[in-house]
């Protein structure tokens, strides 16, 4: 059974700071992997998504990698702002058994102070 | 944002009661799916659909059924509601399974 770990589940810095948001799963047969972001009392909001045959991807400030091999990905916030501030989730389309069925990770509360 | 509402977006409704919660799309998209997100568990899916009367179970599906008679709508069924389904729950729609998620703001259910 596919399960998604991200560690630490709380993370508190400066503002400016680059970060690193770490994600690991169990079943390296993925079809894809993808980064929420949820702010507090709302949805999920889409980040990046990577499809198991790419290395990363990048939106703005954010870079987004996958090594399906050792089973990690990571997402990469640039000079990272107050707003940044939210939980962020990771969830896993497996390869077999269903890609609709996404297995998330409990989530990273990131707090960037002023 | 992608054109999902949800409602209602809180309700309290007592053990044993049913509840309908309800999930409306204006993107056509042909999967849409229900999720619950609890502390300690984060979101797991309860039901998903991948056409119009077509639906499949999730991880969690025990206590819940779904029906979705046209393409812009998802109904999620609790029969008989208990304590242990009060959560938080989201509907997400893709295009195709697994592209992109996109989601509702969830609604708040308190059984009491």
């Known amino acids: 059974k596919q399960e998604v770990t991200q560690i630490p589940a709380a993370l508190s810095v400066p503002e400016g700071e680059n970060l690193v948001l770490n994600c690991s799963f169990t079943?390296?047969?993925?079809?894809?992997l993808q980064w929420f972001r949820q702010d507090p009392g709302k949805g999920l909001t889409s980040l990046l998504l990577?499809?198991?045959?790419?290395r990363e991807q990048t939106s703005g400030r954010l870079n987004a990698s996958l090594d399906k091999s050792s089973g990690r990905s990571t997402l990469y916030i640039a000079a990272s702002q107050p707003g940044d501030s939210a939980t962020y989730l990771c969830?896993?389309?497996?390869?077999?058994?269903?890609?609709?069925?996404?297995?998330f990770g409990k989530g990273m509360k990131l707090t960037v102070n002023p | 944002d992608a054109g999902i509402t949800q409602s209602p977006r809180h309700k309290v409704t007592e053990t044993g009661t049913p509840v309908t919660l309800r999930c409306h799309q204006t993107?056509?998209?042909?999967?849409m799916y229900w999720y619950r997100q609890d502390p300690g568990h984060g979101l797991r899916l309860i039901h998903y659909?991948?056409?119009?009367?077509?639906?499949d179970k999730g991880e969690v599906s025990d206590g819940y059924s779904v029906s979705r008679s046209k393409t812009e709508d998802f109904l999620l069924t609790l029969e008989s509601a208990t304590s242990s389904q009060t959560s938080v729950y989201f509907c997400?729609?893709?295009?195709?399974?697994?592209?992109?998620?996109?989601f509702g703001p969830g609604t708040r259910l308190t059984v009491t």
């Open positions: 079943d390296s047969a993925i079809y894809n």
């Open positions: 969830a896993v389309a497996p390869f077999q058994g269903g890609s609709e069925k996404l297995v």
């Open positions: 659909s991948y056409g119009v009367k077509d639906t």
């Open positions: 997400a729609i893709s295009e195709w399974p697994g592209g992109e998620q996109y």
């Open positions: 990577i499809q198991s045959s790419q």
């Open positions: 993107e056509n998209h042909r999967y």
